[in-house]
């Protein structure tokens, strides 16, 4: 397994390449659409690939109708009823269409691109600077051959892709997080971080900022990687997050939400994980701000604004810990979930299931039990198959250790 991050390099063109550039994105739009509005009349877009003769005409015309196929297909299959029109403001690019000069660098600029133009047999030549993060990425990764070409407030940049193999680790711990609307980022064991996020929340916009990092991102950046500093050799828990209407929940809509920021934490905190070796976990959401982490009571009394009381136990605490403590529990609890074939239920006996009360079921079909030492017996024919939600798609049924 890999994963793939991108860094942007500008180029840095005179007013003659910029031109060309320009013509080149311009060509590259105007055919893309073409082929859209050629493709949206189409029963099946099914295939993979656009059918053979509307590939013609040269790399570029080729290239452009397979990206036109593809967002006609993404168009249809989420069944949007409007023609999509493509802004043209990138242009993917593989290895025939662009390549870095081999060891080519001058004084001003340490990596140079060939890149296709409209004229047949001569390319445009673009300088570029490395970055320090680029640099120290090629270091780690393997640099990807495809790239894209970007035009951003009239600057054109060429975005790299570096994939790095993913790192293994096992961990013992888990660290739970929350974040609280006051306290920004709490941890299970008591740590607040971030205290002036809130105040950026409502003094910046983050749409004003189309090609910098917004400031909140900014820092929710930092405070990933602190929390990686803070935890070493730990997993982190964070809040599945679910949007309401999910499927349906426009652009608008996402963007709206105040949960962005924690979206955002949970994101940078997963890719650091792919490259440090731990995971993050998501867990279920619901009830971690009013369950007791001590006696399990939920109720939404326990729960005094910023005060946790347990109005079962008496347990006290601050409810933003609470919440990052119920969270972890909650990790824990599903690190020790494992799943076993249906067919391997003979062999674990019938007697060793559970209490109606910890099977989890979807309609009528019961997707998951929870083994209990104080269990009452259910056959195991009572089970029925189920999906299991990790990749395999044999019947399975889980259980905790
Ligand atoms: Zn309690």
Known sequence: MCMTKSYKLKVFANKKKIKELNKLVAFWRDQVNHKIKLFWSFENVKSSYPPQQYCCGGKLVGDASVKSWRIVKGAKATEQKEKPYFEGKEIDLDQICIYIIPEFKTKLFDIWFKVISLTPRKRLVLPCKRTKIFNEAVKKGRLKKSFKLLKINGNYYIE????????????????????GLNKAIVTSDGKILGKELKDLRIRTKWRSYKRKLSPVKQWLNH????????????????????????????????RNNNNWPYMWLAKKLSELGHLKGFEVIKVNPYGTSIKCPLCGAADKANRHGELFQCVSCGHTGDADMVGAVNIKLRAERVAREHYVPLTSLGTLGTGTFVSKRDLIFTGENIISAYKSPTASLISSHTLQPTLCPSHCLSPRVRLLH
């Open 160 to 179: 790299c892709y570096v994939e790095f193999p993913e790192v293994k680790k096992k961990n013992n711990n888990i660290v739970g997080i929350d974040v």
């Open 223 to 254: 405070y990933a990687k602190k929390l990686t500093q803070l935890y070493p050799n730990s997993d982190f828990a964070v809040e599945k997050l679910l949007f309401k209407g999910k499927k349906g929940s426009s652009k608008k809509f996402r």
